[in-house]
C-alpha cells in the first residue's frame, strides 16, 4: 500500500494595489454615509446650542448671583429661590397660572374633541372646515391677542358687548375689571390650543376600528355608551399626548397675557412668565428672575415625567 502524495498548497499572489484601496474605499463608505444626517442636522443643532442651551446653563449660573451690571456680581447662593418661594406675589402669580392653565387645557381638550368628532370624515369639504378652524394655530400669538383685545372693548359698541347687546345682556368690561380679566384671557386660550388638539385627536379617530361602531348600532348601544366603551378607549394615546403638551405650554403662559392684560388690572392675570419678565427687564433683578426661571423648569420636567408614568401605569 502506498502512501498518498501530498500536494503543497497554491501559491498566493498579493492582490494589486488598485483592488486594495478599492475594499478601503468601500469599508469606509459607510461611515462617511453615516456622517450626512448630522451635516443635516448641524445647522438646527447649532442653533440649539447657541439660543437654548447656552442661555439655559447661564441662567443656572446667574441664579445664583445678585447680578450688578458694571459692578460685578455677588454670590448668593440660593437666596434668589428663597426670595421667590417666600413673596406673596409669586404664590399669586403660580396660583393665577395654575388656574389659566388647567382652565385653558381641559376646555381645549373638550372643544378640541368636539371638533375632531364633528370634522371626523374623507368628504372634500371637511378639509376646508379643518383648515379654517386650525388657523388660530399657525397664527403668530401676539396678532391673536391683538385680535382679540379689539374685540374686547369694553365700550357698548365693541364686537363683543354689540353680540351680547343683540343677545339682551348688558356690556361686560371683560379685560377692565379683576373678576373677568382671568377668564377673558382664559377663552383667548382655549380658542387658540382647541384646533392644535383637535387634528391630534382626529389622527386617534382614524385608527378606531369602524366595525365595532357597525357593530354596537346593531345591537342598539347608545352614543353615549359608544363614545365611552369604543371612542374614548381608543383616543387614550392621544388624549395622553395633548395633556402632556397642556402640562408643558400651561406652565409657560406669557404671550396672550401680556398682549391683552400685561398682568392687569390689579396683577389680577399676572402669571409665572410674565412675573419674570417684569422682574428681569423693568427692574433688572435678573437673579431673582433666572431662580424663578429655573424652578418653572423643575415644575414643567417634573409635571411632564407625572403625566407619562401615569400614563404607563393606565397602560399597564
Not at 405650554?249 to 392684560?261: A, D, G, Q
Amino acid at each position: 500500500m502506498t502512501a498518498p502524495v501530498l500536494e503543497p498548497p497554491p501559491r498566493l499572489s498579493p492582490a494589486p494595489p488598485g483592488k486594495g484601496r478599492g475594499r478601503g474605499l468601500r469599508l469606509s463608505r459607510p461611515s462617511r454615509r453615516s456622517l450626512i444626517p448630522w451635516l443635516f442636522l448641524a445647522p438646527g443643532l447649532l442653533l440649539a446650542l447657541v439660543f437654548k442651551f447656552i442661555p439655559m446653563f447661564e441662567g443656572i449660573r446667574l441664579s445664583l448671583y445678585e447680578v450688578q451690571p458694571f459692578l460685578g456680581n455677588e454670590w448668593v447662593g440660593l437666596e434668589n429661590y428663597t426670595t421667590v418661594l417666600q413673596d406673596d406675589r409669586w404664590r399669586e402669580a403660580m396660583g393665577h397660572t395654575l388656574l389659566l392653565g388647567g382652565g385653558q387645557a381641559f376646555g381645549a381638550l373638550v372643544v378640541g374633541f368636539l371638533l375632531a368628532l364633528l370634522l371626523e370624515g374623507q368628504s372634500r369639504s371637511l378639509w376646508l372646515v379643518r383648515t379654517a378652524v386650525f388657523l388660530p394655530v399657525v397664527t403668530a400669538i401676539a396678532v391673536v391677542g391683538e385680535v382679540w383685545r379689539l374685540l374686547y372693548t369694553p365700550t357698548p359698541d365693541g364686537f363683543a358687548n354689540s353680540v351680547l347687546g343683540f343677545l339682551g345682556l348688558g356690556p361686560l368690561p371683560f379685560l377692565s375689571s379683576p373678576d373677568s380679566a382671568l377668564w377673558s384671557v382664559m377663552t383667548v386660550g382655549v380658542w387658540i390650543g382647541a384646533p392644535y388638539n383637535m387634528v391630534i385627536i382626529l389622527a386617534g379617530l382614524s385608527g378606531v376600528d369602524r366595525t365595532l361602531y357597525e357593530a354596537a348600532a346593531v345591537d342598539g348601544v347608545s352614543l353615549w355608551q359608544r363614545l365611552r366603551h369604543i371612542t374614548l378607549p381608543a383616543l387614550r394615546p392621544a388624549i395622553t399626548i395633548v395633556l402632556t403638551l397642556a402640562a408643558i405650554r400651561s406652565l409657560r403662559i406669557f404671550t396672550e397675557v401680556y398682549v391683552l392684560t400685561g398682568g392687569g388690572p390689579a396683577g389680577s392675570t399676572e402669571v409665572w412668565m410674565t412675573r419674570v419678565f417684569s422682574l428681569g427687564f423693568t427692574r433688572n433683578d435678573i437673579g431673582v428672575a433666572s431662580a424663578a426661571s429655573m424652578l418653572l423648569l423643575a415644575v414643567t420636567l417634573l409635571l411632564t415625567v407625572a403625566v407619562q408614568y401615569f400614563r404607563r401605569r393606565a397602560e399597564r
